[in-house]
């Protein structure tokens, strides 16, 4: 690939509404980081941002290619970038429509939003509120989104992308653990890592299991407001002490890691991105691991949540193009085209399988290319036609 030019964009943030991140210097600055690459010499007039709740995007992958086929690739951090503990889902957006207001102001006619990965939480979110904003008292505290003015994008997409945390997090929840201070002590009969409960799982068992990761996210939900209940009592808590860290053991064990009947494709069975399915369960770094009880009722709840793509989507007028991977053991095909299914309100809405791509197009330099022909192509016909 040709040589490319990388620099560094910068948009004011809104004032922090309380400590959520550690670093001072981050909170003062008050300000929304991105990477902007293109073609040496050239002024594209599309930048499409990639978008995530927490991921370091300023070196994704996407970016060079994105560039080469004619856009600005622009890679966006928000202010919880590598740290989702206390994250508030309403204040992405907030960090989003920065972003999107200072591409405008620097000539970008036009913005295309990609959620990747856990970005879907985001990007659909953020759309439906830029068009018609309606929430007013997210779950857990956060801004009233009718009054934040957040610009419109002209057209959204996934890549390689779930529907939503909230729902992910529950799929991978571990129902053997059934005592939330003894993470060892595991219930032999919800427990998928237990030999006599080896794969290929019966459907008495696949249910059961299901109804006990719904339980064990509710269980959780409910301690979680109970203790955001304590926090308005002040014989309870210290003075300013509005939320509570808390750590969740046992975050990966999705019956499909092991069994690859379940929801079938061309995934690899008995791993994941961060290694074997038992040992990442426990892992430091897992999903959902560590939270506050505001931010689990936020971003975690399936109850409580705003932030699911499935619920904002029939909302969006905005062309939606969704890039769905075959080979991906996190994003499996059948959530690509039920984000595409619920686009019911846009008159441009594609989907496009990348046959055994992996999540990351680890290796797979050619999957990375016919995924970003596609949705370039798609770009320039939805929005740039």
């Known amino acids: 690939m040709a040589e490319i030019e990388r620099g560094l964009l910068a948009a004011p943030q809104a004032a922090h509404q309380r400590v959520e991140i550690y670093s001072g210097v981050a909170r003062l600055a008050r300000t929304v980081w991105a990477s902007e690459v293109r073609m040496p010499g050239s002024r594209p007039d599309t930048a499409v941002v990639l978008c995530h709740p927490t991921a370091n995007f300023l070196g994704h992958y996407a970016l060079p290619g994105l560039a080469a086929r004619g856009f600005a690739g622009v890679g966006l951090t928000t202010r919880y970038v590598g740290n989702d503990t206390s994250l508030i ?40 509120q830029a068009e018609s904003p309606s929430v007013t008292a997210p779950p857990g505290g956060g801004p009233d989104l009718t009054e934040a003015n957040l610009p419109t994008a002209d057209a959204i997409a ?53 109804a006990a990761q719904v339980e064990r996210n509710r269980r959780i939900s409910r301690w979680a407001w109970s203790q955001l209940r304590l926090l308005t009592d002040p014989s309870h808590k210290p ?19 092991l069994d690859g009947s379940i929801d079938p494709s061309d995934r690899v069975i008995g791993t994941t991105p961060w290694g074997e399915p038992f040992t990442a369960n426990y892992l430091p770094a897992g999903i959902s691991r560590c939270s506050t009880v505001r931010s689990w009722v936020n971003q975690w709840s399936l109850d409580d949540t705003l932030a699911d793509s499935l ?75």
């Open 89 to 128: 889902m309403e204040n992405c957006l907030l960090d989003i429509g920065s972003m999107v207001s200072h591409l405008r102001s620097i000539g970008y006619e036009r913005v295309v939003l990609v959620g990747n990965s856990g970005g879907a939480s985001i990007v659909p979110y953020y759309q439906a």
């Open 158 to 210: 996934m890549l390689n992308a779930h529907p939503s945390r909230s729902r992910l997090s529950s799929e991978w929840l571990d129902p053997a653990i059934v005592d939330e201070r003894e993470p060892f002590e595991r219930d032999p009969e919800l427990d998928m890592y237990n030999p006599r409960n080896a794969p290929p799982f019966s459907a008495e068992f696949i249910e059961r299991y299901r």
């Open 239 to 257: 003075e300013g002490l509005d939320d509570l860290t808390f750590v969740v053991q046992g975050t990966m064990a999705d019956l499909r890691f």
């Open 311 to 385: 619920r904002w989507l029939p909302e969006v007028k905005a062309p939606v193009g969704v890039v769905s991977p075959t080979g991906d053991p996190l994003v499996l095909p059948h959530m690509g085209q039920q984000m595409h299914d619920a686009a019911t309100s846009t008159s441009n809405r594609k989907i496009w399988e990348i046959k055994g791509a992996n999540h990351y197009f680890e290796g797979q330099p050619e999957l990375l290319d016919q995924a970003l022909d596609a949705l370039a192509a798609w770009i320039n016909e939805a929005v740039t036609a």
